[in-house]
């Protein structure tokens, strides 16, 4: 099987070197997070794309607390058994946050507590009421973790609406038990048709490339992505967040993001970001703009 155009895990090339940008704008955002304490993905998981999008006022929270009960091979998320508990006031501080940044698009996401009964199902969906009742016009996008497939937990946070429901598979079937051991590429499938066909929702999801899957691999996930009703898909290169964590295989060109951009188009996709700095949320708010097209 035909591995895709990329070079080798040495030396990042050229368009893999990060324009650091900082400035007034970048320092309001962290001061404010900051002051609000909230935890962010952005700084949690060491997004590539922290400076720019700080610098545009954009930042994606991060609910039921910095430490996971999962222990994905590519994130660089702390981890633990047991977390500690949930802060109560989360949902409001990250209403005031939404508030102050003046955020027409809110991007939320989430570890995945293992560890609680309904998951934290409950506290997202105090979270995005917080958030409606202090600033009803902001669209929000919830990048929500699998629940262990817990569909009343799953039905109770769908049954909020979100304006984009995103659940990311991450990679290809093949490379599961390495990349993310405990999660199902199916039950991440069921996930997203769930919340097309039972609740209407327009849903998104993403993947990493660079991790040793090839070209047909990628072909056929956007194809199942596209078979569960999914509408729109983010396409990454995945980056090591620190020795300890899975090794790139394979720098990945931007020619051949352009190929996958061309596939999911040509599939269906109602909207593609393809791009080696691209994650879930980078320039999320973009699809909000196009999403009266969405069912
Ligand atoms: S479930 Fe999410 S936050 Fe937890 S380790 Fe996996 S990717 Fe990281």
Not at 112 to 120: A, K, S
Not at 150 to 173: C, G, Q, Y
Request: proline letters at 6%; glycine letters at 6%.
């Amino acid at each position: 099987m035909q591995k895709p155009m990329g070079v080798g895990a040495g030396r990042k090339p050229e368009w893999l070197k990060i324009k650091m940008t900082s400035g007034a704008s970048f320092a309001a955002t962290r001061q404010l997070l900051g002051r609000h304490s909230l935890h962010t993905v952005c700084r949690s998981a060491m997004c590539p794309n922290l400076q720019e999008c700080w610098s545009r006022g954009t930042a994606t929270f991060l609910l039921l607390g910095n430490v996971c009960t999962r222990t994905c091979r590519f994130c660089a998320v702390g981890k633990a058994e047991s977390p500690p508990a949930l802060d109560p006031d989360e949902p409001k501080k990250i209403a005031l946050a939404v508030h102050s940044m003046r955020l027409k698009y809110a991007v939320l996401t989430s570890v995945t507590r293992d560890d609680l009964d309904d998951g934290g199902a409950a506290q997202w969906v105090e979270t995005l009421r917080a958030i409606r009742q202090l600033t009803p016009s902001t669209s929000i996008e919830c990048l929500i973790p699998d629940f262990h497939g817990n569909n009343s937990a799953l039905d109770l946070l769908m049954a909020e609406v979100p304006e984009v429901l995103n659940h990311n598979i991450e990679t290809v079937p093949s490379l599961y038990s390495k990349v993310r051991p405990q999660a199902s590429y199916t039950a991440s499938l069921k996930l997203l048709l769930r919340a097309k066909e039972r609740h209407g929702l327009a849903t998104k999801s993403g993947l990493m490339v660079g991790m040793g899957e090839t070209l047909e691999e990628i072909t056929t996930s956007l194809y199942d992505l596209i078979r569960h009703g999914c509408d729109m898909v983010t396409i990454g290169q995945y980056l090591q967040p620190s020795p300890a964590h899975l090794p790139v295989e394979r720098y990945i060109t931007p020619e051949v993001f352009d190929q996958y951009r061309d596939i999911a188009l040509t599939l269906g996709f109602r909207h593609v970001q393809s791009a080696p700095f691209v994650r879930s949320s980078y320039h999320a708010e973009t699809y909000a703009q196009n999403s009266e097209s969405l069912p």
